[in-house]
C-alpha cells in the first residue's frame, strides 16, 4: 500500500498540529516495513526534523504553499501524477482525488467560539471542513470529547470516527530540577520559579484570565514569575496589554517560539504548569508536562478533562478566581505539588505515540479496504 500524508505544518512552528504530523511520520519510519509513503511538504526544511532514512519514505515538496491553491489545485494534480491508494489531509480532503481518504480533524473549536478566529478561517472551515468529514472515508481525532462533537454538530456516523490519542515524545521525562533551572537562567535569563504556559498566545487560551489570576496571588506574596512560552497568535494583544496595565512587565516573561530542544527543559524547571485554555481537542502541553512530572492546573468544559484524568488541578476557565485559588494551592502546598507531579507522571504513560501510529495505521488499512 503506498500512502500520501499532507504535512504541510511541518516547519510552521504552529505547535499542535506540526507536533502532530512529526510524531506520527517518526513513529510509522520506525514501526511499518510494509507499506511506503509520500510526504507532502511546503517549508524549507520542514523535512530534516523527520531524520528519514528509509527508502520507502518519499518527499514532494508542494508549490505554491497557499491553501487556497494547494488544497484544490496543487495536491490533486501532483497525486494524480504519482498515485497513492491513501490520502492522509489536515482537516480537509482535495477534490478530485482517485484514491481512499482520511482526514484528521482535531476539533472544531471554530464552531463553539468563532470570536476566537480570524473571520475567513470560520467561513472556510464551517463550509469545507463539514464537507471534508462527510466526504472521507475514515476520520480520525484525538479525543472521545472530539469524536463527540463531529459526532453531534455534523452528522457523522460514529463508526467512521477514530479515536488516537497523542502523546508526549520521549524528550518528555523528570529531569534534574536544579540543571534545567540552570539551563533556563543561562539561555534566557529566568532565574527566579515560576509559573509555566506553553502553546500559542491566543484569545482561546485564556492567558488574559490566567495574567489576572497571577496578579492575585502576586499581590497575596507568591514569588513566582509567570512564564508564557510560544508565539503570538490572533488577539495576542489583550494579553499584552493586561500585563501592562496589571504593572506585571517585571514579573510575566514572554519568550517567543523556542526551539524544540529547549522546551523540556522549560517544563523540568517549573514549579507548576498552567493551561487553563477555554476549549481544546487535546491538549497535548498537558501530556508533555504530566511526562515531565510536573504539577498541572487545567480546565473543565472541553478534552483537557478527559487528558489529564485524576492527575490535575480541573478549574472553571472562566472564573479567575478558580485559576487563582488552584495556583495558590499548588504554590503554597509543596507536599500536594510533589504528589500531582507523581500522578501525572503515571497519567502520561497512558498515552502512547506508537499506538497512536499503529491505530492510524489500521486506518489507513480500513480506508484501503472500503
Not at 482526514?103 to 463553539?112: G, L, W
Not at 506585571?248 to 516573561?253: A, G, T
Not at 480500513?366 to 472500503?370: G, K, L, R, V, Y
Given at each position: 500500500?503506498?500512502?500520501?500524508?499532507?504535512?504541510?505544518?511541518?516547519?510552521?512552528?504552529?505547535?499542535?498540529?506540526?507536533?502532530?504530523?512529526?510524531c506520527?511520520?517518526?513513529?510509522?519510519?520506525?514501526?511499518?516495513?510494509?507499506?511506503?509513503?509520500?510526504?507532502?511538504?511546503?517549508?524549507?526544511?520542514?523535512?530534516?526534523?523527520?531524520g528519514?532514512?528509509?527508502?520507502?519514505?518519499?518527499?514532494?515538496?508542494?508549490?505554491?504553499?497557499?491553501?487556497?491553491?494547494?488544497?484544490?489545485?496543487?495536491?490533486?494534480?501532483?497525486v494524480?501524477?504519482?498515485?497513492?491508494?491513501?490520502?492522509?489531509?489536515?482537516?480537509?480532503?482535495?477534490?478530485?482525488?482517485?484514491?481512499?481518504?482520511?482526514?484528521?480533524?482535531?476539533?472544531?473549536?471554530?464552531?463553539?467560539?468563532?470570536?476566537?478566529?480570524?473571520?475567513?478561517?470560520?467561513a472556510?472551515?464551517?463550509?469545507?471542513?463539514?464537507?471534508?468529514?462527510?466526504?472521507?472515508?475514515?476520520?480520525?481525532?484525538?479525543?472521545?470529547?472530539?469524536?463527540?462533537?463531529?459526532?453531534?454538530?455534523?452528522?457523522?456516523?460514529?463508526?467512521?470516527?477514530?479515536?488516537?490519542?497523542?502523546?508526549?515524545?520521549?524528550?518528555?521525562?523528570?529531569?534534574?530540577r536544579?540543571?534545567?533551572?540552570?539551563?533556563?537562567?543561562?539561555?534566557y535569563?529566568?532565574?527566579?520559579?515560576?509559573?509555566l504556559?506553553?502553546?500559542?498566545?491566543?484569545?482561546?487560551?485564556?492567558?488574559v484570565?490566567?495574567?489576572?489570576?497571577?496578579?492575585?496571588?502576586?499581590?497575596?506574596?507568591?514569588?513566582?514569575?509567570?512564564?508564557?512560552?510560544?508565539?503570538k497568535?490572533w488577539?495576542?494583544?489583550?494579553?499584552?496589554?493586561?500585563?501592562?496595565?496589571?504593572g506585571?512587565?517585571?514579573?510575566?516573561?514572554i519568550?517567543?517560539?523556542?526551539?524544540?530542544?529547549?522546551?523540556?527543559?522549560f517544563?523540568?524547571?517549573?514549579?507548576?504548569f498552567?493551561?487553563?485554555?477555554?476549549?481544546?481537542?487535546?491538549?497535548?502541553?498537558?501530556?508533555?508536562?504530566?511526562?515531565?512530572?510536573?504539577?498541572?492546573?487545567?480546565?473543565?468544559?472541553s478534552?483537557?478533562?478527559?487528558?489529564?484524568?485524576?492527575?490535575?488541578?480541573?478549574?472553571?476557565?472562566?472564573?479567575?478566581?478558580?485559576?487563582?485559588?488552584?495556583?495558590?494551592?499548588?504554590?503554597?502546598?509543596?507536599?500536594?505539588?510533589?504528589?500531582?507531579?507523581?500522578?501525572?507522571?503515571?497519567?502520561?504513560?497512558?498515552?502512547?505515540?506508537?499506538?497512536?501510529?499503529?491505530?492510524?495505521?489500521?486506518?489507513?488499512q480500513?480506508?484501503?479496504?472500503?
Open positions: 500500500m503506498k500512502i500520501g500524508i499532507d504535512a504541510h505544518s511541518l516547519g510552521s512552528k504552529q505547535s499542535g498540529n506540526e507536533t502532530y504530523y512529526t506520527l511520520i517518526k513513529s510509522l519510519a520506525r514501526l511499518d516495513s510494509d507499506n511506503s509513503y509520500l510526504i507532502y511538504y511546503t517549508m524549507d526544511g520542514a523535512t530534516e526534523a523527520l528519514l532514512n528509509n527508502n520507502r519514505f518519499g518527499t514532494r515538496r508542494l508549490c505554491p504553499a497557499s491553501p487556497y491553491l494547494r488544497i484544490p489545485v496543487v495536491l490533486p494534480v501532483t494524480r501524477s504519482e498515485p497513492v491508494d491513501v490520502f492522509h489531509a489536515q482537516f480537509i480532503v482535495p477534490p478530485f482525488l482517485k484514491c481512499r481518504t482520511v482526514t484528521t480533524i482535531p476539533d472544531v473549536a471554530y464552531e463553539h467560539y468563532p470570536e476566537f478566529f480570524p473571520p475567513y478561517q470560520v472556510w472551515s464551517r463550509k469545507l471542513i463539514p464537507w471534508s468529514a462527510r466526504k472521507s472515508d475514515r476520520i480520525i481525532t484525538v479525543s472521545q470529547f472530539s469524536k463527540a462533537d463531529l459526532v453531534n454538530l455534523y452528522k457523522i456516523d460514529p463508526d467512521k470516527i477514530v479515536v488516537t490519542y497523542e502523546a508526549a515524545g520521549c524528550e518528555f521525562y523528570p529531569r534534574d536544579a540543571l534545567a533551572r540552570e539551563h533556563v537562567a543561562r539561555r535569563g529566568i532565574e527566579r520559579p515560576f509559573v504556559y506553553v502553546g500559542r498566545l491566543q484569545a482561546r487560551k485564556n492567558l484570565r490566567l495574567v489576572e489570576a497571577y496578579s492575585q496571588v502576586r499581590r497575596e506574596g507568591a514569588s513566582q514569575q509567570l512564564v508564557l512560552v510560544g508565539r497568535d488577539m495576542a494583544q489583550p494579553i499584552l496589554d493586561k500585563i501592562s496595565d496589571l506585571l512587565v517585571r514579573d510575566v516573561v519568550t517567543g517560539y523556542l526551539p524544540a530542544e529547549d522546551i523540556p527543559w517544563y523540568s524547571a517549573a514549579d507548576v498552567a493551561y487553563p485554555s477555554i476549549f481544546e481537542g487535546f491538549g497535548l502541553p498537558v501530556v508533555e508536562a504530566m511526562a515531565s512530572g510536573i504539577a498541572v492546573i487545567t480546565s473543565m468544559g478534552s483537557l478533562e478527559e487528558v489529564a484524568g485524576d492527575a490535575a488541578l480541573i478549574v472553571d476557565p472562566l472564573d479567575v478566581n478558580a485559576i487563582a485559588s488552584a495556583l495558590k494551592r499548588m504554590l503554597s502546598d509543596h507536599a500536594f505539588r510533589e504528589e500531582m507531579g507523581r500522578a501525572g507522571i503515571r497519567r502520561s504513560k497512558e498515552f502512547d505515540g506508537d499506538l497512536c501510529a499503529m491505530q492510524t495505521l489500521a486506518v489507513y480500513a480506508a484501503a479496504s472500503t
